[in-house]
């Protein structure tokens, strides 16, 4: 079945330490893909998007995700997290282009972040 | 800017009531939908328009109907509210085409009693 897969449900870091989130998904042909992020008790803001071309990808806050086709995987890195990344992240992919650019979301990764 | 409102952050209402969930974008975009959101699972799409009066079911359009009379606003419409419609509704808008980037509304926590 087509899906969005985020393997960590909750995650927690240090400050400082570097951050590698995942994101897998399963269709057929490369979807565009998106991470977003959720503060708490807000909407969800765009981090960054992948539709074609360089595979690294850089996006606000200080963020970057990697796109390897081979692995169907979409990862958001981020080399040094500070206390206010805590939030929780969504992958998601619109499987296909054009149309009416309908979402598909991962359950989410919820991130902590230790002093 | 680009802004989509959301009229109430947070709503209580009775089970078999009535509810209306009022969505507002200044974007001048086509596309707009209504996700909930749960723990666990995500987004999920429940409805979406791509055009005024125009409207599409999502993933999950038990128990909502959706109204889009005027091309800035989409209302997400329970007909009668049951405990199981206790969530998190977010909207978002877009425009079509090669930009796919949806914005999104802070959100909706309605509980049903």
């Known amino acids: 079945a087509q899906s969005v897969t985020q393997p960590d449900i909750h995650i927690t870091v240090s400050e400082g330490a570097s951050l590698e989130l995942r994101c897998n998904y399963s269709y057929g042909a490369t979807p565009y893909l998106f991470w977003y992020v959720q503060s708490p008790g807000q909407g969800l803001q765009l981090l960054l998007k992948y539709f074609s071309g360089d595979t690294l990808v850089q996006g606000i806050k200080g963020f970057e995700a990697e796109f390897k086709r081979s692995q169907s995987s979409f990862n958001l890195r981020k080399p040094s997290v500070h206390w206010s990344d805590a939030a929780e992240y969504f992958c998601?992919?619109?499987?296909?282009?054009?149309?009416?650019?309908?979402?598909?979301f991962g359950a989410g990764t919820r991130l902590a972040v230790h002093p | 800017d680009v802004k989509v409102t959301q009229s109430s952050r947070y709503l209580v209402k009775r089970t078999g009531e009535k509810v209306f969930l009022e969505c507002v974008q200044d974007?001048?975009?086509?596309?707009m939908f209504w996700y909930r959101q749960d723990p666990g699972l995500g987004l999920r799409l429940i409805y979406f328009?791509?055009?005024?009066?125009?409207?599409e079911k999502g993933d999950i359009p038990e128990g909502y109907s959706v109204s889009r009379e005027k091309k800035e606003r989409f209302s997400l419409i329970l007909e009668s509210a049951s405990t199981n419609q206790t969530s998190m509704y977010l909207c978002?808008?877009?425009?079509?085409?090669?930009?796919?980037?949806?914005?999104f509304g802070a959100g909706t926590r309605l509980s049903v009693l």
């Open positions: 978002a808008s877009s425009s079509p085409g090669g930009d796919n980037i949806q914005y």
């Open positions: 974007m001048d975009h086509e596309n």
């Open positions: 998601a992919v619109v499987p296909f282009s054009g149309g009416y650019n309908k979402l598909i």
């Open positions: 328009s791509y055009d005024v009066k125009m409207k």
